[in-house]
């Protein structure tokens, strides 16, 4: 039973880390003028990556309500915790 939930944990967690690197790009590939480097060059420079990494998570939503309604909890917690991950990742990279 344990490694079914750690198992269902992990993939969960790896899908909402898919799901925020892609909810990243689609931020930068809809509405940047630039292309992806250049785009992720100037988010370093203008210290404005974060921003873009929290947008990205947006897209966790979505993925975490379809867990929900399949009634795979765990993997929706997994979600969650990829959702922390890029909160931390944010807040790190706001204040150093």
Excluded: H, P
């Excluded at 590939?29 to 990205?56: H, M, P, R």
């Amino acid at each position: 039973m344990k490694g079914k939930i750690g198992k269902e944990l992990l993939i969960g967690f790896l899908i909402g880390i898919v799901a925020n690197i892609s909810g990243s790009y689609l931020y930068i590939f809809f509405f940047s003028k630039y292309d992806l480097e250049t785009t992720l060059e100037i988010a370093l420079e203008q210290d404005v990556l974060g921003n873009i990494i929290a947008l990205g998570a947006l897209l966790n939503l979505i993925v975490f309500f379809l867990f929900l309604k399949k009634n795979e909890y765990y993997k929706a917690r997994g979600v969650i915790m990829a959702t922390l991950i890029a909160a931390i990742i944010v807040l790190v990279s706001k204040f150093y």
